[in-house]
């Protein structure tokens, strides 16, 4: 079950809107240390974890970042390139292990 991030009520799947407070999901999230969460900075980890998968250490901690901030700001897409960036960075360090000597 989801949350609301503004008053902690319980959301469904369907909602776009929270019922208990009606803070809309789209807009930014006061951060309690001053500013705000912006979505945007979840892609750049995902994409950036999937254009460094041949550097495994470096992608699979933009990987895992990306799919952090998916969950945390509900945007499926971001956290669907997390999981893809940490899989071939996965990868591609297993074919480093394997083949890494034989170079």
């Known amino acids: 079950?989801?949350?609301?991030?503004?008053?902690?009520?319980?959301?469904t799947k369907k909602d776009k809107k929270c019922p208990?407070?009606?803070w809309d999901f789209k807009t930014p999230i006061q951060n309690p240390i001053g500013g705000f969460y912006?979505?945007?900075?979840?892609i750049i980890f995902s994409t950036l974890a999937i254009t460094t998968a041949?550097?495994?250490g470096v992608g699979i901690i933009l990987g895992g970042i990306g799919i952090y901030m998916g969950i945390r700001d509900y945007?499926?897409?971001?956290?669907?390139?997390?999981?893809?960036?940490t899989a071939l960075s996965v990868l591609s360090l297993v074919i480093w292990i394997i083949y890494g000597n034989k170079f």
């Not at 912006?38 to 979840?42: A, D, E, I, L, V």
């Not at 945007?75 to 960036?85: A, P, R, S």
């Open 38 to 42: 912006h979505r945007s900075n979840g």
């Open 75 to 85: 945007d499926k897409k971001v956290w669907i390139l997390g999981i893809i960036g």
């Open 54 to 56: 041949f550097l495994p």
């Open 20 to 22: 208990t407070c009606g």
């Open 1 to 11: 079950m989801r949350y609301c991030k503004n008053c902690g009520g319980p959301l």
